[in-house]
């Protein structure tokens, strides 16, 4: 055979291997077929390219599946409290934290950003028992109940939970601070929730639960919650708005809905203009946070925006980079790059460029705290 005979032939084992045609790179995972679940490919130790059951393995070479974990405790991890896990990659369409083996019970669901290449989820131990676990990340090129390409993004780790008792008391919520309905409101606004087993409490529209409009601080007794709302993250206008509480954090299964503040009507008057910043992706309060972790900012009309002390301008923790138009502001947090402890934090962001005059400053993630390690 000539050298083009056989470079062509290798060159064609290679596509025929990518799409799903050699063996060797992929395995069955033995699920029943009612859960329609797919071929396992694994992230960890080679390249892949899992198009053997994606649209994308219509030979465009720039969009393949895959997946990998980027935030996780290292096997065998003693851990409590709420723990972010992270997953970096290409056309995932859903991403979920299971047992080490099989799909049940399922113990998370990921966010996943609008261009699918990052998917997180905040992970709260307090709901699992104390002891041994064992866990792996998947990612599907398809959503839930589809049949598709699946990536153990991480494979299988033991975690030890090692949690305090729960606080007694079910759940309950109730608003103790908040405009009244018809009120006009501007600048920053204490929102405010007490009750017992809060683990989440969000701003929503009257009904539906998107756009979400902020989410609040719990304490560490879940008997309370609180957000100061910079107003300046909504468009001006009338709005109809609801809290509603969660006793569990965003994504984890057994969720209950507690409406804490039926449908108020909130004229929101600031003058703000084309000016809106609110953060879209970041550690909630109270959270360990390690490594590199991506932040990010949606809005309009942004120039500089930046991590800041909850009070004051330094020092500046980091700084966001700021799409062409303004509407999109991401970084990656390095918690390495900053002393390790209890931080308060926030995220403003800014409609001039750093260091010019006459900014107008819009709070985009009120302040919260983190545990840095």
């Not at 393995?57 to 723990?83: L, R």
């Not at 919520?173 to 087993?197: H, K, W």
């Not at 008997?223 to 994504?251: C, H, K, P, Y």
Request: one cysteine or more; hydrophobic letters at 45%; charged letters at 15%.
């Amino acid at each position: 055979m000539s050298r083009i005979g056989i470079a062509a032939a290798a060159i064609a084992a290679m596509l025929l291997a990518a799409c799903g045609g050699g063996s060797a790179d992929f395995e069955s995972n033995g699920t029943p077929t009612s859960q329609l679940r797919p071929t396992v490919w694994t992230s960890e130790g080679r390249s892949f390219n899992s198009c053997s059951l994606s649209p994308a393995c219509s030979g465009n070479p720039y969009a393949p599946f895959f997946a990998s974990s980027t935030v996780a405790p290292p096997n065998g991890a003693t851990i409590s409290g709420i723990v972010r896990l992270e997953v970096r990659g290409n056309e995932m369409a859903n991403v979920e934290l299971l047992p080490g083996s099989g799909y049940l019970p399922r113990y998370g669901v990921f966010r996943i950003t609008g261009d699918r290449t990052v998917a997180w989820m905040d992970l709260d131990t307090t709901r699992l028992p104390n002891g041994p676990v064992s866990m792996r990340v998947s990612a599907f090129n398809v959503p839930a109940g589809q049949p598709g390409a699946e990536i153990v993004a991480m494979q299988t780790r033991t975690w030890n939970i090692n949690n305090a008792a729960p606080p007694a008391g079910g759940f309950t919520a109730a608003v103790v601070q908040a405009p009244a309905d018809g009120a006009v409101v501007s600048g920053v606004t204490r929102l405010e929730l007490r009750g017992s087993g809060i683990a989440s409490a969000e701003l929503l529209p009257a009904t539906g639960y998107t756009p979400r409009l902020a989410m609040f601080n719990v304490s560490a007794d879940r008997t309370m919650a609180w957000v100061d709302l910079d107003t300046r993250t909504l468009q001006d206008g009338v709005r109809d708005l609801r809290i509603s509480a969660f006793n569990v954090t965003e994504g984890q299964a057994g969720a209950v809905e507690i409406i804490a503040m039926p449908a108020r009507r909130w004229t929101v008057s600031n003058g703000t203009g084309t000016f809106l910043a609110s953060v879209t992706m970041a550690p909630v309060h109270g959270e360990i946070v390690s490594g590199r972790v991506r932040l990010e900012v949606r809005g309009s009309g942004m120039k500089n925006v930046e991590l800041l002390p909850a009070s004051g301008y330094t020092p500046r923790l980091g700084v966001f980079n700021v799409d062409f138009n303004g509407s999109f502001a991401w970084m990656e947090f390095d918690t390495a790059s900053v002393p390790g402890g209890l931080r308060d934090v926030r995220i403003s962001a800014f409609d001039v460029a750093a260091g010019q005059p006459n900014a107008r400053e819009i709070i985009a993630m009120p302040a919260r705290q983190w545990d840095l390690r």
